[in-house]
């Protein structure tokens, strides 16, 4: 196990908005509440967070195999649907992470690329009542 650190901070500053700061970098992101949970949805909610964890973390952890395949995934990208619970309590039912990577890859790199996104850390790490479905598009 490593050994633990502050990764980050986070402010309450009314109106249902946060700001955190990531304690390495001092980047900031603000979180909303969303719309339909009586925020203004104007910045990420807590849980298009967890979704966008997701998605950035399947890219991420494919871009690091790719580099050891020596397998070029710039320009690759997601969208990612966030389907909130109908029923109490609110919570997070499912995760679609959409996929566009290079039409160039071979089929033993497609192979290699979707085994590896179904391994990522944050899929591993998420309840498995969240149903996470993950498609590949090669454009």
């Known amino acids: 196990m490593s050994t633990p650190h502050t990764t980050a ?17 001092g980047t900031i992101i603000q979180t909303d509440a969303p719309v339909d949970n009586h925020g203004r949805g104007e910045a990420f909610s807590p849980t298009d967070l967890v979704g966008t964890a997701l998605g950035t973390c399947i890219l991420t952890t494919m871009a690091i195999v790719a580099e050891r395949h020596q397998v070029d995934l710039v320009g690759s990208t997601f969208t990612m649907e966030k389907i909130m619970s109908s029923d109490a309590p609110r919570r997070i039912a499912q995760l679609t992470v959409e996929l566009h990577l290079p039409a160039a890859l071979s089929p033993a790199n497609r192979a290699l690329m979707e085994r590896t996104a179904h391994t990522c850390p944050v899929a591993l790490s998420l309840n498995p009542e969240i149903k996470q ?7």
């Open 9 to 25: 901070t986070a402010r309450y500053e009314g109106h249902l908005r946060t700001e955190a700061t990531h304690t390495a970098s």
């Open 133 to 139: 479905e993950v498609r590949f598009v090669y454009a």
